[in-house]
């Protein structure tokens, strides 16, 4: 739901935020949907918090971000200290495993 939608509805039936919250859960609740929106929870916060990882330095270039993979991991073996896997810098380019077989 947008929030412009949510802000028009929550004015026209008089509620407030912890109405809103509470109607929420129910509707949730009774359709069986906790998992998915538990799930859905997750995503959003996982990819708000890379948003400002990546936003905090967002020029950082360094060996890693040259040839390392966010998926496959450091290519130097060093996962623990690599900055792309470390969501310190963003992957550049592909990784060998990557790229497709020419």
Known sequence: MSHWMRDSITQQQ?????TMLNLMSEFIAERDLN????????????????EAENVANPALIDVHTEH??????????????????????SQNS???ICQPLR
């Not at 998992?35 to 890379?50: G, I, P, T, Y």
């Not at 390392?68 to 810098?89: A, I, M, N």
């Open 14 to 18: 008089g509620w407030n935020q912890a």
């Open 35 to 50: 998992d998915l929106f538990h799930e859905w929870l997750e995503n959003v916060a996982a990819n708000e918090n890379a």
């Open 68 to 89: 390392c993979c966010q998926k496959h991991g450091c290519k130097y073996g060093k996962d623990e200290t690599c900055s792309v896997v470390q969501r310190l810098g």
């Open 94 to 96: 592909q990784c060998e």
